[in-house]
T-cell receptor
Framework: TQLLEQSPQFLSIQEGENLTVYCNSS?????LQWYRQEPGEGPVLLVT?????EVKKLKRLTFQFGDARKDSSLHITAAQPGDTGLYLC?????????????FGKGTLLTVNP | KAGVTQTPRYLIKTRGQQVTLSCSPI?????VSWYQQTPGQGLQFLFE???????NKGNFPGRFSGRQFSNSRSEMNVSTLELGDSALYLC???????????FGPGTRLTVL
């Protein structure tokens, strides 16, 4: 059972378009992280959201954590080819020695010039 | 500051063999986690080590094992390899448990 569902699974758009990807779960997480992974590399952390309803902006990327801390979205404005990659969300549960990240399967984004 | 390094980057083995992968965390990081990434299952948690002790374990068979050394470097071992073990194995380090994780580039394992 996949605890975190990401949609869409694949997304191909033209440069300059806007897009939103989603990360949904029936479970509550203490925090949620978004990563971007490029071919041949490991995931790189983009942002961590902790508070229900929290919105964080990173240049053209806007991240939102759902009020109930079960879902999140990532919105990219005016996408560029450099945004191409696999976007992964990861939910963290509990803390201390019981800390564990659960990853979604990701959204593979291709931005065409 | 050097990032997380993993060796080897690529590995080809045959069924039944065993393999050992190595991970050197960022200097000062004491927590090391291992993940398996496949197209079908995505990123799945294998185990986490902190101060040479396994703190967390994912749902993988006993063929998958690991250890951490006093210098925080970690190794994972897979015995009796199966075709389904072909995957990208990622290592991530963090300062302490429950903290931001930094991933290495991974080891691409192919089992023939």
């Amino acid at each position: 059972t996949q605890l975190l569902e990401q949609s869409p699974q694949f997304l191909s758009i033209q440069e300059g378009e806007n897009l939103t990807v989603y990360c949904n779960s029936s479970s509550v997480f203490s925090s949620l992280q978004w990563y971007r992974q490029e071919p041949g590399e490991g995931p790189v952390l983009l942002v961590t959201v902790v508070t229900g309803g929290e919105v964080k902006k990173l240049k053209r990327l806007t991240f939102q954590f759902g009020d109930a801390r079960k879902d999140s979205s990532l919105h990219i404005t005016a996408a560029q080819p450099g945004d191409t990659g696999l976007y992964l969300c990861a939910g963290a549960r509990s803390g201390g020695s019981n800390y564990k990240l659960t990853f979604g399967k990701g959204t593979l984004l291709t931005v065409n010039p | 500051k050097a990032g997380v390094t993993q060796t080897p980057r690529y590995l080809i083995k045959t069924r039944g063999q065993q393999v050992t992968l190595s991970c050197s965390p960022i200097s000062g990081h004491r927590s090391v986690s291992w993940y398996q990434q496949t197209p079908g299952q995505g990123l799945q948690f294998l185990f986490e080590y902190f101060s040479e002790t396994q703190r967390n374990k994912g749902n993988f068979p006993g063929r998958f094992s690991g250890r951490q050394f006093s210098n925080s470097r970690s190794e994972m071992n897979v015995s009796t390899l199966e075709l389904g073990d072909s995957a990208l194995y990622l290592c991530a380090s963090s300062l302490v448990l429950d903290n931001e994780q930094f991933f290495g580039p991974g080891t691409r394992l192919t089992v023939l």
